[in-house]
Each structure stands twice: as C-alpha cells, then as structure tokens.
C-alpha cells in the first residue's frame, strides 16, 4: 500500500530549527493534508498537528505545520533535548480508501 | 481523564487468531471513528482500518495487507472497540495501538481533526 514519503532521518542543533517533509500525490496529501505525530521510544503516538497547521491543545507553539501542493512540512523551533524523538505524517488516501503514513522521520537534537 | 486500554495481545501461532480489545473511557464513545494501528519492532506506524459511527452505519475501511482477515467491530453499550485477526502471519507481529479519530461539526460539515487519543498497545507475536 503506497504511503508518503519521509526523510529517514534529520540532525539539528540545539535551540535550531529543524524543518521535516512529508511527500505525498494528489490523492492524499495535495487533497486531505496532513497530520503530524510524535513517537518517543516505548510510547504511543502523539498528535501534534492536524490538517496541516492545527495544533490540538497543550501542544507547544514551537511546532507549526504547513502544506504546499502534495508536501507537509512540520517545523519545530527552537529545539530542546526532548524533541528527539520519531515524527510521522499521515492522512486519508481517497484512491485507496484508506489512512497513509509516512515512514517515519528520526529527529537527533545534537 | 480521556483513556484508551487495549488487551487481547499474545503469542499466537501461523494461521491462528486473536482478538484485541479496547476499552475506551473519560468521552462519548458512541460519538466518534475510532482506528487500529500497528508497528512492527523497529519499524513506522501502520495503519490497519476504521470503524465510523452510528450515523454512518458503522462503515469500516481497511488496509490492504490486512482486508479479508481482519474485522473491526464496535460495541457502544460497553465503550468498547474490537479486533478480529483472522489467519494471522508472521508479518502481522506487532505493538496494536487503538486510536481515537476525532471529528467536528463546523458550519454543517464534519471536519477530521486528527488521531488525538492513543491507547499504550498491546503486543502480538505470530511464531511458530
């Protein structure tokens, strides 16, 4: 099942900004955008961002999404040593009938 | 407080079955959609189907990798969500997250708001 496209892995430093992408077609991304999780090891997701740049509450202002054609971006500022962690994207697949996910993007925080 | 349990999770044989269960409590669960999701050890999220609500007949979409053996179901009078596997395979062997889909009405139309509440997993093993 075809799903969206995500680096497998970005390093930033401290207090930088790190911008991670999320590539999909039409069918998904360029229609429905994007919603965006965070996964620390050994813990279930967490909802950062839903259709493109809504943030659900208690989630911090330093991360802010954005969509631009079939691309999802997430971009955190100011990163701080607990924002290492897997970050996915995801979202409706009108072709497939279906909820697509990225691969998964590892965030190292140096 | 908003919360999602999943059980049912074992080591279970090639072919055999299983079913997982989630318990949902602290929100209306007759309310919303509500999601299976998988990961493998050491590998991404995976989507494998949905359960919408009452009003929408309680329609269910599945992945491919898991339609024809895997039935999602729902019992609203127990706040409860299900997972059948049916012939399970090796490949199948995976932390099962249940997640809550949540939706709003804005101006007459219902607008997706994403998986906001997960459960912790539970774990299944497919060996031989």
């Known amino acids: 099942q075809a799903g969206l496209t995500q680096p497998p892995s970005v390093s930033k430093g401290l207090r930088q900004t790190a911008t991670l992408t999320c590539t999909g077609n039409s069918n998904n991304v360029g229609n429905h955008g994007a919603d965006w999780l965070q996964q620390h090891q050994g813990h279930p997701p967490k909802l950062l961002s839903y259709?493109?740049?809504n943030r659900p509450s208690g989630i911090s202002e330093r991360f802010s999404a954005s969509r631009s054609g079939d691309t999802a971006s997430l971009t955190i500022t100011g990163l701080q040593p607990e924002d290492e962690a897997d970050y996915y994207c995801?979202?409706?697949?009108?072709?497939?009938?279906?909820?697509?996910f990225g691969g998964g993007t590892k965030l190292t925080v140096l | 407080e908003v919360q999602l349990v999943e059980s049912g999770g074992g080591l279970v044989q090639p072919g055999g079955s299983l079913r997982l269960s989630c318990a949902a409590s602290g929100f209306i669960f007759s309310d919303h959609y509500m999601d299976w999701v998988r990961q493998a050890p050491g590998k991404g999220l995976e989507w494998v189907g949905r359960?919408?609500?009452?009003?929408?007949?309680?329609?269910?979409d599945y992945a491919a990798s898991v339609k024809g053996r895997f039935t999602i179901s729902r019992d609203d009078s127990r706040s409860s969500l299900y997972l059948q596997m049916n012939g399970l395979k090796t490949e199948d062997t995976a932390v099962y997250f249940c997640a809550r889909f949540m939706r709003q009405a804005v101006a007459g139309r219902f607008w997706p708001y994403g998986m906001d509440v997960w459960g912790q997993g539970t774990t299944v093993s497919v060996s031989s």
């Open positions: 995801s979202t409706w697949d009108s072709s497939l009938s279906a909820v697509v």
């Open positions: 259709r493109n740049n």
């Open positions: 359960i919408r609500d009452k009003p929408n007949s309680y329609t269910t």
